[in-house]
């Protein structure tokens, strides 16, 4: 099994209501990085700081790690528009951070980096694939794509009160500068992205399709920006499975509808609820009380242990966050949460 991690930016997430307070571009530009450094090595290596909220949710980069080390996976990261050099190898898509989808176009080359990552979802080797995400702002651009496309739009956050009347005000602002209603694209899903999106969506989209395309098994990761992917395949004529393999954290999540639009979107649901109930570590306490959920391919990991394990990868969580410094009680040195899914990620 690999596991394929688009990783990239925008400048959607600097939009002021997007980003926690003291949250800064040269941390967010760092968060993808790191993420893609622990589930690659386990820690942290050329980015200088560890994504943890205030509160002392970390990254679930840091779960999809501890799942990794557990059961075992290859792992291969797409630099999608990475706004910092990573240490984790990577494959390069010759793509640029997105910009504001605030402006008339937000990813210029779109198309471009959708056929690279198709080549090279169609040259893998594997049987299996997970693929990933981790973008901060990436919920905002979800709800962006979902917009033009003209669908029912619902997206998740990591925060455990979803500020999505914010984002809308902010996608309503996109279409004006982009001249463009609700519905435009939804025969174009890549002048979708290009206008209202993020590299990544083009990016997952292209490694999906061409993967498919090669007779492989592609579960795409994640929530609901994973579901954005899956419209924009079916709006581009894939009609392959893929399910769609998330959280409780997601699934759950209160008016949510991720269930419907897999239903409407003929996608399968895999949900994993990795066990944090009750658990005396903050990074499982903070995910019970509704702060990141999802990210970092961390639903599909998880959906990868076998029963019986989850405990296995609970007490492997709490080695990661110890090898972040994340003491039980809270972390010291953090990135700040966005308002999106999340942060560090989805």
Do not use: W
Not at 109 to 114: E, G, V
Request: proline share 8%.
């Amino acid at each position: 099994m690999r596991v394929v991690l688009a990783a990239g930016g925008t400048e959607t997430a600097l939009i002021d209501g997007i980003s926690a307070a003291g949250a800064t571009p040269e941390l967010m530009a760092h968060t993808p990085p790191a993420d893609a450094e622990i589930v690659a090595y386990g820690e942290p290596i050329a980015a200088p700081v560890t994504p943890v909220s205030p509160s002392g949710c970390p990254t679930p980069a840091a779960i999809t790690r501890a799942v990794r080390e557990v059961v075992g996976f290859d792992l291969t990261v797409l630099d999608a528009g990475l706004p910092e050099e990573t240490a984790a190898p990577t494959v390069s898509l010759d793509a640029a951070p997105g910009a504001d989808i605030r402006s008339a176009v937000a990813v210029p080359d779109a198309a471009a980096i959708y056929d690279r990552a198709r080549e090279f979802g169609a040259s893998l080797p594997d049987d299996e694939i997970l693929v990933g995400e981790t973008i901060p702002g990436g919920t905002t651009t979800a709800l962006g794509v979902l917009t033009a496309l003209g669908e029912p739009a619902d997206v998740s956050s990591s925060l455990p009160t979803n500020p999505l009347e914010r984002k809308r005000a902010v996608v309503d602002e996109a279409l004006a500068a982009s001249d463009l209603a609700a519905g435009d694209c939804a025969d174009e899903p890549l002048e979708a992205i290009r206008r209202m999106g993020d590299p990544v969506q083009a990016a997952a989209m292209g490694v999906a399709t061409g993967a498919l395309e090669a007779g492989l098994e592609v579960t795409l990761a994640g929530g609901t920006q994973m579901a954005t992917v899956a419209a924009l395949l079916r709006r581009s004529g894939v009609d392959a499975d893929f399910p769609i393999a998330t959280t409780s954290f997601v699934a759950d999540e209160r008016g949510g509808s991720l269930g419907e639009t897999c239903f409407r979107l003929n996608c399968e649901l895999t949900v994993t609820d990795p066990g944090f109930d009750g658990a005396d570590h903050v990074a499982m306490e903070r995910y019970c009380a509704g702060e990141a959920k999802e990210g970092v391919a961390m639903g599909g990991a998880l959906s990868l242990v076998p029963d019986g394990e989850l405990p296995a990868v609970r007490d492997r969580l709490v080695t990661v966050c110890d090898r972040l410094g994340i003491e039980a009680s809270g972390g010291d040195e953090v990135i700040p949460e966005t308002d999106d899914e999340p942060t560090h990620g989805s």
